[in-house]
């Protein structure tokens, strides 16, 4: 595929990438991204997320960039199963952001949180509607939304984003 490099779109720059499913880690080989395998991932909800987190803490201090992806709630989306998949949002609430926004805290780093498309439990297939977006780190101020939901993401300050404009704003210093 033609796709441009990360350090050429943004120079000086790096970039790596987390994750389980073989397409993810594609985009990252073909961007030049540094693709970080870890023991025990799987792309569902048995996945290794402690090793995920103590992957990407550990390449944020080597690159400006660092995708963590976890697979399991679109899994258990497509799969129909509402419980299975309350309990992916759980985990990964409880797995990957709590010990990721602990270990960030009080430091010179911005991050986000998001899907990479919705997967609605009714369709079981993803659909092209625009995904709730939640920045934090410096100079990010709050805009007074108080829930992660595609309802109250439009409420947001952000405003509708495209996925180079959210690199920007977590690059930007």
Do not use: W
Request: hydrophobic share 40%; net charge negative.
């Amino acid at each position: 595929p033609d796709i441009t490099a990360f350090s050429e779109i943004y120079p000086g720059r790096t970039g790596a990438i987390i994750s389980a499913v073989d397409v993810v880690k594609g985009i990252g080989k073909c961007t030049g991204m540094e693709v970080i395998d870890v023991p025990g991932a799987t792309g569902f909800i048995d996945t290794n997320y402690a090793g995920k987190v103590a992957a990407a803490l550990d390449a944020i201090k080597r690159h400006d960039l660092v995708y963590l992806h976890v697979e399991a709630v679109d899994e258990c989306s497509h799969m129909g199963d509402l419980k299975l998949k309350m309990q992916a949002i759980e985990d990964f609430d409880a797995k990957i952001m709590v010990p990721v926004m602990e270990a960030l805290k009080g430091q010179d780093i911005r991050f986000a949180i998001l899907p990479d498309h919705p997967v609605p439990i009714k369709l079981r297939k993803h659909t092209t509607t625009p995904v709730p977006v939640s920045v934090c780190g410096p100079g990010i101020e709050p805009d007074g939304v108080e829930y992660f939901s595609e309802r109250q993401a439009p409420c947001g300050g952000l405003g509708f984003m495209r996925g180079m404009e959210l690199v920007e704003l977590l690059l930007k210093k």
